[in-house]
Every structure is written in structure tokens, then in C-alpha cells.
């Protein structure tokens, strides 16, 4: 299984960014059974949990981005992403997917957000 992540870049504040991920490999039941996250980590800080969809497509969302950010998914191209609106620089990290259990981690992807 891989997990590749893209859809980083530079962004104005205000503007948006689309992040995908996709488990290359990754069998349709197995990608059902995980929880899908995104993380995202800036230099000299801990990973910080930015979204969540589980199994039943509950979502939660850290509470600075709620109602700015979106988690989806698309299990036939075993895919989860997240839409960014309304990006601060304060959002400048690099975010990275993960599935749980399986604990499988992408690459991460470099979001930065300036003037």
C-alpha cells in the first residue's frame, strides 16, 4: 500500500486549496474500515489532528477551521481529501492523510498561505 498525497501550493489569504490523498493498493473493504484523518504539522510543533471522517462518515474538525475546511472521500479511487476555504496564514503547515487502524501515513503536502 502507498498513500500519496498532492494538491499543496502557495495560496493567498482567502483563498483555497483542494489536498488529495489516495491508498494505492489499498483493497475496497480495507479503505472502508478506516478512519480518515488529516494532520497537519508546522516546524518545532506536534502534529496537530485538522479533520476526521469515520467509518459511519462522521466528521469532526478542529476547532479553527470548522466551518472553512472539508473532509470527503471517494472509495471507488480509495481517495480522501479536503477542501480548504477561507485559508489564513496561520493554516501554513504541512498536512499530511492517515488512516487508522491501519496507521498508514502520506507523504505530507506543503500548504503556505501569504501576501
Request: aromatic share 8%.
Amino acid at each position: 500500500v502507498q498513500i500519496v498525497e498532492s494538491g499543496g501550493g502557495s495560496v493567498q489569504p482567502g483563498g483555497s486549496l483542494r489536498l488529495s490523498c489516495r491508498a494505492s493498493g489499498m483493497i475496497l473493504s480495507v479503505f472502508n474500515s478506516q478512519t480518515r484523518e488529516w494532520y497537519r504539522q508546522t516546524p518545532g510543533s506536534q502534529r496537530e489532528l485538522v479533520a476526521s471522517m469515520n467509518t459511519d462518515r462522521l466528521t469532526t474538525y478542529a476547532e479553527s477551521v470548522k466551518g472553512r475546511f472539508a473532509i470527503s472521500k471517494d472509495n471507488t479511487r480509495r481517495a480522501i481529501y479536503l477542501q480548504m476555504n477561507s485559508l489564513r496564514p496561520e493554516n501554513t503547515a504541512v498536512y499530511y492523510c492517515h488512516l487508522r487502524p491501519s496507521d498508514y501515513w502520506g507523504q505530507g503536502t506543503q500548504v503556505t498561505v501569504s501576501s
